[in-house]
């Protein structure tokens, strides 16, 4: 080989390589097969240089997918990913996709077979034909499967004659699963061909079956009943009878179908035209079988079969039952738990009674119930030598009988240690404030939060022992009850001010359980055992006086001065000089106090030799005491007289300002004026008038002013309570009132550019 030809050879190749190795296009899997409404994926690797698309065609392109669809290599490989999902619009079958991958230079193309299966699958087999004699009844029996991938329901039909009917119209299948229809032919039937159908919306099945209708064999299959009750642990026996009514010998055979417990005496026998023959159904449930059940019996002959089926209910007559009334306990000492126990059977039967723990113990082990005969046990508990912590307990009750009857109930037992057995809670306030000379007492709660009845000794110690005392000292609790005591504290002048604490100490056999130490604040008192209470009567008299007579000092009352001071005021003011409050307080006493009293009736105000020196000393002031004397056996017509006065004081001063303005406005006369003032004053009469004998009325029916009397002094009491704050709401109300009634002038001072209203208004006139 020359050069030359060295030199072709080498340029075809130089010319060949870039042209194989511009696009290369291949796949793994070329056919493929799915159902409607699934994915297919197909995979194609793409090898080459350049910028390449990828696009589909086909009969399988509407409802398939490329990705990705443009890319560049270098020389390198990519993979491309053709997705197909045949939708339920598709029909079975097979179909092309091609996958066209191009570059700018050339093309290149794989072809892809899809197949789309039908997956709506239907199988129905059965019966297809029969042979039955004359006036016998028969059924087909039939198996619908579906064979498909998807859950489905399918109608069915039948086409023959009347006499034939289907078990259902309906069926619904899950995927692989098969259920049995079945076809009944009545007794007027004839021979004849049938046709059952299947289908839905994906397809249909059918299939053909035939009835052979012969006069040659026939026999009845009866029982003496259809239902039996039983007991579990019995036996129960029901007769079964079968009849050759057919016209010759025939052989039976009686197939049961049933729980394990159902049995047949006899099973199979020959029988001549118009014979019977009987046997028993035998049932035996044993122990614990209750309930419902269906035993099937089939009759079976050379030519033909029957059926019968029986409803057993089986009871549960063997049971008993056992309860501990406590499900869960604490205990601190030994115990007793009542254990109920009840024979809910129909049978007597002898029992064992166990527990699970040695140191629980029943009072009986073994005993006999009859029917619903109820025992009460006690479970015994003895606690000591356990370890303190929670234990469960179990007792159980067994027959005896071999049944295997038992039931069992659990209880929960706490054992509780010593701190928490004798829990005990002091409750009350822990700060005291008293003064000296005076007393408190402070209630303090007693609980026992423990689990077992105390006897609690209570002790006080502390520096406030010596003034306070508790009492009940010693009781006793039972667990979660509760007592109160009292704290009696009475500190003397003696007591020096300060804080003194009492420590509350609760003991049961000498063992300290609880303590709470209470403060008590002694105040220095602001009253003296030896001053006397002033009542709100001298006090207000005394106020009086002071407004009158700024020389007479009657403040002492007030200050309440200390016992040998007041004895020398006391001599002082029976002797020389009886003050101003003390005969106004004298005069009120008589006057709104009964007869029998007298102001120093109280133990609490001044003593009763005082009030007696302040009366008569009121009852000879010259004058005052004169009117006074006579007034007093007339004191409610003076009274009632008073209350007419202001009435009549009220109603001829009542025309106030706004009235004589409205009179402006409207442009009344003076005359009419003066005629409206005499109406109003008629009927102001007549209004005073009814009134008066309104309250004259209820004195004599309700005594009226024995009332006011009585409520006038306890307002009288109230407002020495409350005397600040009814100042207050008097100097609001006075405020609100001067304010409402000067309302225009207040306006006319700040208007001073506007003329009075009252000009203005007579101008408009």
Request: net charge negative.
């Amino acid at each position: 080989m020359n050069n030359e030809k060295i030199a072709v050879i080498f340029l075809f190749i130089l010319l060949i390589i870039p042209l194989a190795s511009a696009l290369e296009l291949n796949s793994n899997e070329l056919t493929r097969s799915t159902c409607q409404g699934n994915t297919l994926l197909f995979t194609a690797n793409v090898f080459g240089n350049g910028n390449f698309n990828a696009n589909l065609d086909g009969s399988a392109s509407s409802w398939s997918t490329a990705v990705p669809n443009g890319f560049i290599l270098r020389n390198n490989a990519r993979q491309v990913y053709v997705y197909s999902t045949p939708n339920n619009n598709v029909a079975p079958g097979r179909y092309n996709l091609n996958l066209i991958v191009s570059s700018n230079k050339e093309t290149r193309r794989i072809p892809f077979t899809i197949n789309v299966e039908n997956c709506h699958g239907l199988q129905l087999t059965g019966d297809g034909l029969k042979e039955i004699c004359g006036g016998s009844v028969a059924s087909y029996n039939y198996q619908i499967k579906n064979s498909g991938n998807y859950k489905e329901s399918f109608q069915l039909t039948l086409k023959g004659p009347r006499f034939i009917t289907l078990s259902q119209d309906k069926i619904s299948l899950v995927p692989g699963e098969t259920k049995n229809v079945y076809a009944y032919i009545g007794q007027d039937s004839e021979s004849s061909k049938f046709t059952v159908f299947a289908s839905n919306k994906y397809g249909t099945a059918e299939i053909n079956s035939e009835l052979r209708v012969n006069s040659c064999y026939d026999f009845s299959l009866s029982a003496d009943r259809d239902f039996i009750n039983l007991c579990e642990h019995s036996q129960e026996k029901t007769a079964i009878e079968v009849k050759n009514s057919g016209i010759h010998q025939d052989f039976y055979n009686l197939e049961l179908k049933g729980p394990e417990w159902a049995s047949l005496e006899k099973s199979d026998f020959i029988l001549n035209p118009e014979k019977s023959e009987k046997t028993n159904l035998v049932l035996s449930p044993d122990y614990s079988i209750n309930g419902n059940f269906e035993i099937e019996l089939k009759a079976n002959s050379k030519e033909s079969s029957k059926t019968k089926t029986f409803k057993v209910q089986v009871d549960k007559c063997y049971d008993v039952f056992l309860d501990i009334k406590e499900k869960e306990i604490n205990l601190c000492n030994n115990a007793r738990v009542p254990v109920f126990l009840k024979n809910t059977g129909l049978f007597e039967k002898d029992f064992r009674i166990e527990t699970s723990e040695q140191w629980a113990s029943l009072d009986e082990y073994k005993l006999k119930l009859k029917p619903n005969e109820e025992k009460n046990l006690n479970l015994m508990i003895d606690v000591n030598n356990i370890e303190r912590k929670s234990h469960d307990v179990y007792a159980r009750i067994l027959a005896l009988d071999g049944s295997g009857l038992e039931k069992e109930d659990k209880i929960k037992i706490n054992i509780l240690n010593q701190n928490q057995c004798r829990s005990t809670q002091i409750i009350s306030d822990s700060r005291v404030t008293i003064f000296q000379s005076s007393s408190s007492t402070l209630p303090i709660t007693i609980r026992n939060n423990g689990n077992e009845k105390l006897v609690y000794e209570i002790s006080i110690t502390g520096d406030a022992s010596s003034f306070t005392q508790i009492n009940p000292s010693v009781f006793e609790l039972n667990n979660g009850e509760s007592e109160i005591v009292y704290l009696y504290s009475a500190p003397s002048v003696e007591i020096n001010p300060g804080i003194y604490n009492a420590d509350i100490g609760i003991s049961y056999n000498r063992n300290l359980l609880a303590s709470k130490s209470i403060s008590i604040n002694v105040k220095e008192s602001a009253v003296k055992e030896d001053k006397e209470y002033v009542p709100f009567l001298l006090r207000f008299a005394n106020f009086l006086e002071s407004l009158s007579n700024k020389n007479e000092t009657i403040n002492k009352t007030d200050e309440k001065p200390k016992a040998k001071k007041q004895e020398t005021v006391k001599n002082e003011s029976a002797k020389e000089y009886v003050p101003f409050s003390y005969r106004i307080a004298g005069l009120l006493s008589n006057l709104f106090g009964d007869k029998n009293e007298t102001i120093g009736e109280s133990k609490d105000i001044v003593t009763e030799e005082k009030s007696e020196n302040i009366i008569e000393d009121a009852n000879r002031t010259g004058l005052i005491s004169g009117i006074y004397e006579k007034a007093r056996p007339y004191w409610i017509y003076v009274l009632v007289g008073a209350v007419i006065i202001i009435v009549l004081i009220f109603i001829f001063s009542s025309k106030g300002e706004d009235e004589s303005e409205e009179d402006f406005e409207e442009g009344i006369t003076e005359d009419e004026n003066e005629d409206e003032e005499e109406t109003s004053s008629l009927w102001k009469w007549l209004i005073g008038i009814v009134v008066i004998a309104g309250i004259a009325y209820a004195q004599i029916k309700y005594n009226l002013f024995e009332y006011a009397k009585r409520y006038t002094i306890i307002a009288f009491d109230y407002a020495e309570i409350y005397k600040f704050y009814i100042l207050i709401a008097l100097i609001f109300i006075l405020i609100i009132i001067l304010t409402v009634k000067y309302w225009s002038l207040i306006i006319d001072f700040f208007e001073e550019d506007e003329t009075p209203r009252r000009k203005r208004r007579k101008n408009g006139k």
